[in-house]
């Protein structure tokens, strides 16, 4: 069985830049794993991310999903099997009603009243957000937001979900039940983050991406032990932690 | 993290299970629909009909256990336009009546009461309307009325992101009036000015976020339709009561 998911040789530079974001950066996750992709700001991550579901396209190498290798034909199977968590839950959550928003990607497949329905219940109700059904996005505290953001790629029941700073804007309980509900669901998982604590929680392997390569690739712990490591890419465990 | 805004649509329907409420969206929409055009075509001088289409409105706002207040704060909104109006007696010529000892345009005057009755009773049939009908219900009579789906979408990312562009314009305010910047004159209006542009530049970004947490979720430029209950027969004789009283109103007049 193939990787969960497999990026080879990618390279990406913004159209205008100069300097590439990746020249040849390969990353391999497996299924089942939960993984964070740490790094300073300007690295790449999300933009990693963005690649990971064909939001953006390689400009060399190519990207694998469980096999399926990211093309204008298998994009819109890469979409169903990626779900991507966006940072800020606001632009994820477009409509009046999280129902709404949690039934959009299944619409989008073309499933039937009766299975979307059946999907939002039970996307609501893997991230324990089944009360918030018929609220409104604007309504909801920071921790709950994110939660109705990740229902909304859950009810498409992708098979990798990958997460951009899932612990932004939210308060430190809603940091902890967020690490419960990413430990409870059986979905590969890369977690992008600046949360050291966070990772640690929620991922036994840690990469590091720095100027467009990965530079470590760890366990969590043994990366969050080597203080010097973690310095020269300009990561840091939160005041009044110790390596 | 949202404060509650003065412009926030959240606040623009109230809860409420009176049958005003219950009522199919796109049924009440194509009744306020008819009825403003009935009061728009009202001419201006019909003086019986204006008191029975206001008798209507009167009438939806007792059965929907509206809030007096709530009512006549929001027609305040109408009032910018109004007192616009109010000039058409100074400047309009003919025929002169004498008002507490000034001499106006009886034209003017009815110029300035045909904008008056019409501004008041559309707007009235409006906050009627969306008092008594949460935006999502909204939107979904819109596209079962067939209005296209672009349309329904614009509007709909208008309400979803309206309160949080108030917010972002009202964090931007006082990061100014935190330094200082207490405006009062034209020549200090650059920053407010600029902080707009900053605002569309925002928004803009925002808008590509949007579209690509959609396009992640398979999102292909098709909003799916979420289909529900639609409106029943008697939805839509209800809904069309108060335009079938005004143009009732209308003819009434019309044969006298």
Redesign the interface.
């Known amino acids: 069985m193939s990787a969960a998911i497999a990026v080879e040789d990618l390279a990406f530079t913004y159209p205008g830049e100069h300097h590439p974001v990746f020249d040849g950066l390969n990353v391999t996750i497996e299924g089942g794993e939960r993984v964070a992709l740490l790094g300073p700001n300007g690295s790449g991550k999300t933009t990693l991310a963005l690649h990971l579901n064909g939001l953006l396209r390689a400009q060399r190498g190519r990207i694998v999903a469980s096999g399926l290798i990211l093309s204008d034909d298998t994009l819109a199977e890469i979409r169903r099997r990626v779900g991507l968590v966006f940072q800020d839950p606001n632009d994820q959550l477009f409509m009046h009603r999280v129902r709404d928003d949690v039934a959009f990607g299944p619409a989008n497949l073309g499933l039937d009243d009766t299975e979307i329905a059946r999907r939002v219940d039970q996307a609501l109700d893997n991230v324990g957000a089944a009360q918030l059904a018929d609220q409104a996005p604007h309504h909801l505290s920071g921790g709950e937001r994110r939660r109705a953001a990740v229902a909304s790629v859950l009810s498409m029941n992708p098979e990798i979900l990958v997460l951009d700073e899932p612990t932004s804007g939210i308060d430190p309980l809603g940091r902890h039940e967020l690490a419960d509900l990413l430990t409870s669901l059986p979905q590969t998982q890369l977690v992008v983050t600046h949360d050291l604590p966070f990772a640690l929680a929620t991922c036994a392997r840690a990469l590091v991406l720095d100027e467009g390569k990965i530079v470590v690739d760890l366990k969590t712990e043994a990366l969050l032990d080597d203080s010097d490591l973690l310095a020269r890419h300009r990561l840091a465990l939160p005041f009044g932690y110790h390596s | 993290?949202?404060s509650p805004t003065a412009f926030g649509h959240?606040h623009l329907h109230v809860h409420g299970t009176s049958p005003i409420h219950r009522l199919a969206p796109e049924a009440k929409l194509l009744g306020l629909l008819g009825f403003v055009i009935t009061v728009a075509v009202t001419p201006r001088q019909w003086l019986i009909t204006f008191a029975i289409d206001a008798t209507v409105l009167l009438g939806v706002f007792v059965v929907a256990r509206l809030k007096a207040r709530l009512v006549l704060g929001r027609l305040a909104a109408i009032l910018p336009f109004v007192a616009f109006a109010f000039l058409f007696p100074f400047v309009g010529d003919g025929e002169t009546t004498s008002v507490l000892g000034f001499s106006l345009s009886t034209d003017g005057l009815w110029a300035s009461w045909n904008v008056l009755a019409k501004a008041t009773l559309g707007a009235a049939a409006s906050i009627l309307v969306t008092a008594t009908t949460?935006?999502?219900e909204l939107?979904a009579g819109l596209s079962r009325l067939r209005v296209p789906a672009a349309v329904v979408a614009i509007i709909?990312?208008m309400?979803?992101?309206l309160?949080?562009m108030v917010d972002e314009f009202g964090r931007m305010r006082r990061a100014m009036a935190a330094r200082a910047y207490n405006p009062r004159w034209l020549w200090q209006s650059r920053p407010v000015a600029s902080s707009a542009g900053a605002l569309f530049v925002r928004t803009y970004e925002?808008g590509e976020?949007?579209h690509?947490?959609?396009?992640?979720?398979?999102?292909?430029g098709a909003m799916?339709?979420?289909?529900e209950a639609s409106a029943t027969r008697s939805d839509w004789l209800l809904a069309a009561v108060p335009s079938l009283a005004a143009v009732a109103g209308l003819t009434i007049v019309g044969l006298t």
């Not at chain 2, 799916?224 to 289909?227: A, D, G, I, K, V």
């Open positions: 993290m949202t959240q949460p935006i999502p939107l709909g990312f309400f979803r992101y309160d949080l925002r976020r949007v690509d947490a959609m396009a992640a979720r398979g999102f292909a799916p339709t979420l289909s």
